[in-house]
């Protein structure tokens, strides 16, 4: 399993499109992120588009499941190398809770929610 901690994440959608984005710092272009994305465009493509400043993270996955708490987020990725990544990240109550709801948009029946102090 790979770790990675942030301190800053921002959950949004446009239309049909979902992503969340982790980072360290604000608006810095040096800084580490990570990205999540799907769509929901087309029915039949059920991969989701993951994206890092670390290139062995880019590119579409099946994420098989995901497990949020108030800590971190972990996705289960079978078909890659690496299994699953746990990103952890700091964010207060409104954030959280619009992490929550894009992450069930994005990931329906496949999110857990795992106790706060698992």
């Avoid at 992503?19 to 608006?27: G, K, P, S, T």
Wanted: charged residues 30%.
């Amino acid at each position: 399993m790979i770790r990675k901690e942030f301190r800053i994440v921002w959950p949004s959608e446009s239309g049909d499109y979902f992503q969340v984005l982790f980072e360290q710092e604000a608006d810095s272009p040096e800084t580490d992120y990570f990205l999540l994305q799907c769509q929901f465009e087309d029915p039949d493509d059920e991969n989701f588009y993951i994206e890092s400043n670390d290139t062995q993270f880019w590119g579409h996955v099946q994420v098989e499941a995901a497990v949020l708490n108030r800590r971190w987020l972990r996705l289960e990725m079978a078909s890659t190398k690496w299994k699953s990544i746990e990103i952890a990240f700091t964010a207060d109550e409104e954030v959280y809770a619009e992490l929550a709801r894009v992450l069930s948009t994005m990931f329906e029946d496949r999110l857990r929610h795992a106790r706060h102090d698992a």
